[in-house]
């Protein structure tokens, strides 16, 4: 179709000298005749001078003498639609398939650095970083098709204020160390908040200056507050590691904030000897970005000397700029750090680091309350722990399947099934929006669901397995008018891939899963395999191993496997 988009734009200039006219399809719809259509002639009539219908005339009459492999015919005001047949459309599957269909090399040569999902210490791993795990995994697969080379990183939260209300709150808890889990800590942090919080509404601030004073001594490098720090750090990566292994998640950096904080330091102080920088009277630091239209400037380190999230941010775009040498970084956070990301990005580019930096940003993770009215998810009302949703992801699965009599999956196809629903849900629709946790409709077997689309993929190796003896024949002959809507989803797969590796629309992959699922489903009604002659068997295989390399190919990308049985 892209030759034939050319052609089209070529027969333009030929006839009408209108150069680079541009030439679109889209599909058409099931009652009209022909798989595609273009408006090509009614977007130059103007130029042209002629009616549209005319027009289209000329060009289909141009395009007939070229070639037969397309059937054109002319509908409405100026339309031109085409057809090709199963035969063609086979031949072209043929010509293009390969072992890495689907992949390109648009990307290569270049280095991409993937932000994800950025985990706090001490602190269990909630379900508002799915989100970040989810898109940064889907954001790396997909690079990679494209032949990008890719560099993970999660970028740990394991120093900074945070660490001082755990260390303090770990104190007054009276535990000790050798049995203080991730989920006392995630609970000593709660309570921490509170007592802060309350301490502020009084107009207090012990508790809140003890809490500076441990973040002090551990960028001191005090040898209490480092032994606390690597505890805790030690007890929340374990916990992280396990949860992130549940979900097929995995990262060739853990580079944290502590890493960065004494370079982030020498950073600003160097670039304010330079005048890049300001210090105000109480000693804090800031960079203005007026120039870049940003009227707020940005704080690069505290009052009391200590580093921020800024301070560490700038030494880690300095440390990824001179050790990897990235393109694009493309950090995976959610919206509500928008604003933060453009005083950031703004701040690479005024003291100089090259690289492209890109904020993916996402909606939140919703629920239906207990008013039957959508909401945010919280700890109050729902799961929030993401170890506690794939629990009851799970759960729920077993379930499902024990209630239709399928009590022989094993516990590895159960967390396949469970993670890629859940990952699934995320995909559903533009990652701009919130998505909701909704167990009825993400773990259904039917509908846009991620089990639906993993069953239509274990049904295809099903089928090659029942055909595993089968001694295939010479099928040159076929039609494949039964065959056309999956080939014309196959063809497209390479396009989709490159779409999406340029704009990291995620959700399109998952929407072409979606379409390939029911598209199987429509063709299995209509076309028996087991029992079809040796030819049309023959042919009809050939497709399903194509459809499966595709479909699981595609979920992949979003990082959902197929289990061996549903």
Not at 144 to 173: C, Y
Not at 244 to 258: N, Q
Not at 316 to 336: L, Q, S, T
Not at 536 to 559: M, N, T
């Amino acid at each position: 179709m892209e030759n034939l988009k050319n052609r089209i734009a070529e027969v333009i200039n030929e006839l009408y000298a209108i150069d680079g006219a541009i030439v679109e399809f889209a599909d058409v719809p099931a009652d009209i005749p022909g798989d595609y259509s273009t408006n090509a002639a009614m977007r130059i009539a103007k130029q042209a001078g002629k009616a549209p219908r005319q027009i289209a005339e000329e060009i289909v009459e141009r395009l007939r003498r070229d070639s037969d492999e397309f059937v054109f015919s002319i509908a409405g005001p100026g339309f031109i639609n085409v057809e090709i047949s199963g035969a063609n459309l086979q031949k072209r599957l043929a010509e293009a398939w390969s072992e890495d269909y689907g992949c390109n090399k648009s990307g290569e040569g270049k280095v991409a650095v993937v932000e994800f999902p950025s985990t706090n210490m001490a602190k269990p791993y909630s379900v508002g970083h799915l989100r970040p795990g989810t898109q940064g995994w889907a954001t790396k697969q997909i690079l990679e098709a494209n032949g990008w080379k890719v560099i993970t990183d999660n970028h740990l939260g394991d120093t900074g204020t945070p660490f001082g209300i755990w260390t303090l709150g770990f104190l007054r808890s009276g535990k000790s160390l050798d049995e203080v889990t991730i989920y006392d800590l995630g609970e000593i942090y709660i309570q921490m908040k509170k007592a802060l919080k309350d301490e502020a509404a009084e107009n207090k601030h012990e508790l809140a200056d003890e809490v500076q004073e441990w973040l002090k001594k551990l960028e001191a490098k005090d040898a209490e507050a480092v032994k606390y720090a690597e505890t805790f750090k030690k007890i929340s990566l374990d916990h992280t590691h396990e949860v992130m292994r549940r979900m097929g998640l995995s990262t060739d950096y853990e580079l944290g904030e502590s890493f960065f904080a004494e370079p982030g330091k020498e950073l600003v102080q160097k670039y304010l000897a330079e005048g890049v920088f300001e210090q105000n009277d109480d000693g804090s630091v800031i960079c203005r970005l007026d120039e870049y239209g940003i009227d707020v400037p940005i704080l690069v380190l505290k009052s009391n000397g200590t580093a921020l999230y800024a301070t560490t941010d700038l030494a880690c775009m300095d440390y990824r700029a001179r050790e990897w040498h990235p393109n694009k970084v493309i950090y995976c956070v959610g919206a509500e750090q928008k604003f933060y990301f453009e005083q950031l990005f703004a701040l690479g580019k005024k003291v100089g680091i090259p690289q492209e930096n890109y904020h993916l940003w996402f909606g939140t993770i919703d629920q239906i309350g207990e008013d039957g009215k959508r909401e945010k998810m919280s700890s109050r009302k729902g799961v929030v722990l993401l170890e506690a949703m794939l629990n009851d992801a799970e759960a729920r699965v077993r379930a499902n399947f024990a209630s239709t009599g399928a009590n022989d999956l094993s516990d590895d196809d159960i967390a396949k099934i469970a993670t890629g629903a859940i990952k699934f849900s995320d995909f559903v629709a533009d990652r701009k929006t919130g998505i909701l946790y909704d167990p009825e409709k993400i773990f259904a077997l039917t509908g846009c669901s991620g089990p639906f689309c993993q069953y239509a993929d274990v049904r295809l190796r099903r089928i090659l397995e029942k055909n595993a003896d089968f001694a295939r024949v010479d099928f040159a002959d076929y039609d494949w008018a039964s065959e056309k809507e999956i080939l014309r989803l196959l063809l497209k797969f390479p396009d989709l891939v490159a779409m999406v590796g340029a704009n990291l629309e995620a959700h399109r992959i998952a929407g072409y899963c979606f379409e390939m699922a029911q598209a199987l489903n429509r063709y299995y009604e209509k076309t028996p395999i087991l029992q079809a002659n040796d030819m049309e068997r023959s042919a009809r295989l050939w497709l399903v191993e194509k459809a499966d390399f595709v479909l699981s190919h595609a979920l992949g990308l979003l990082g959902i496997e197929i289990p061996e049985k549903m």
